[in-house]
């Protein structure tokens, strides 16, 4: 059984919001401060944010103010609040306990760009 899944991710333009959550197996992780990472193409994997098991949270300066974690442990649940996002929050999102690593899940993508207008096609027959 995979002991974490993410989900919620996106594609979503700047200012924008998402919503990822974490689902963990496990009761025995409701002990553990959690985490969320992420890891953008071509580079390593960055912590983002964590949060104790009574909920005290601690973020890396480059989302503070815009991510808020949370957690359920009644759910097996943590979850990442993503407001005002931006290009450079593009990455690959996951989920693990920092102080006893699990095997990594597939994590969720999250991709934040500008669309442009698009462009009208219309069909004849």
């Known amino acids: 059984q995979v002991p974490l899944v993410e989900s919620g991710g996106g594609l979503v333009q700047p200012g924008e919001s998402l919503t990822l959550s974490c689902a963990y197996s496990?009761?025995?992780?409701?002990?553990?401060?959690m985490a969320w990472y992420r890891q953008a193409p071509g580079e390593q994997r960055e912590y983002v944010a964590t949060?104790?098991?009574?909920?005290?949270?601690n973020y890396k300066d480059f989302v503070k103010g815009r991510f808020t974690i949370s957690r359920d442990n009644s759910k097996n649940s943590v979850y990442l609040q993503m407001n005002s996002l931006k290009p450079e929050d593009t990455a690959v999102y996951y989920c693990?306990?920092?102080?006893?690593?699990?095997?990594w899940g597939q994590g969720t993508q999250v991709t934040v760009e500008t669309w442009g207008q698009g462009t009208q096609v219309t069909g004849s027959s």
């Open positions: 693990n306990v920092p102080n006893n690593i699990q095997p």
């Open positions: 496990g009761d025995i992780f409701r002990f553990y401060t």
């Open positions: 949060i104790t098991r009574s909920g005290l949270p």
